[in-house]
């Protein structure tokens, strides 16, 4: 049977890698991949919703919906065997970042750099 330690790349420790992390590592990577795309969708969605709310006057946060969401993510990664108050603080730092972005179109709204046609949606481009 193989030795897992032959050929793994010896990292700056001297401690060679078992093979099976490196593995391992190839999957983390696909997946942080996967989550940069998902994030970059995610914000691209909320973009247009900040227009939306700024053409409408609407102010950039909805707690109603906050409530609703931290509830119902909490209960997936119940399910998921995540930490639920992990999953909350992960939520609420994309959510801040994303309601700092709808003050700022809502301050350019308001200051007339925003006027004119809105582009269609569109969440494949
Ligand atoms: C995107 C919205 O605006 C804010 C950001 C949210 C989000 O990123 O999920 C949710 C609610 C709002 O606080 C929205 O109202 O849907």
Do not use: C, W
Not at 93 to 102: A, L
């Amino acid at each position: 049977m193989a030795d897992p330690y032959d050929e793994a790349p010896v990292p700056e420790s001297g401690r060679p890698l078992p093979a099976e992390i490196l593995a391992l590592r190839s999957t983390i990577d696909n997946i942080d991949a996967a989550l940069v795309h998902l994030l970059a969708e995610r914000f691209k969605t909320t973009q247009r919703v900040g227009e939306l709310k700024a053409r409408g006057g609407l102010p950039a946060a909805d707690p109603q919906r906050d409530r609703q969401q931290i509830e119902r993510l909490k209960s997936i990664a119940l399910g998921a065997g995540l930490d639920p108050e992990f999953a909350e603080q992960f939520r609420e730092f994309i959510v801040s970042e994303v309601i700092r972005h709808h003050e700022r179109i809502a301050a350019e709204h308001a200051a007339g750099r925003r006027l004119g046609e809105l582009p269609p949606l569109d969440t494949y481009s």
